[in-house]
């Protein structure tokens, strides 16, 4: 996998708490590009949310990143 420079990594995480509920929509897909053990905290803010779009998205996410994504989620 590519390595995402510091800026995109900054902005991906910055975003999973932005106000607008599509830009954190779309900040839990993009942690798909980071290494589990970074953004471990932020799905389970994610899972957390109050848009039901964001938890699906956040659980999907984890659900596509294989074996360890699968244990949090159970």
Known sequence: MNRLPGES???IQ???TDS???VR???VRALSLLPLHRSY???WQALKDDSWWV???AAETLWLKGEEGYK???
């Open 14 to 16: 910055k975003n999973v």
């Open 41 to 43: 905290p932020l799905f």
């Open 9 to 11: 990594q900054y902005a």
């Open 20 to 22: 607008n509920e599509v």
């Open 55 to 57: 938890r699906l998205a």
């Open 72 to 74: 949090m989620l159970y």
């Open 25 to 27: 929509l779309q900040a």
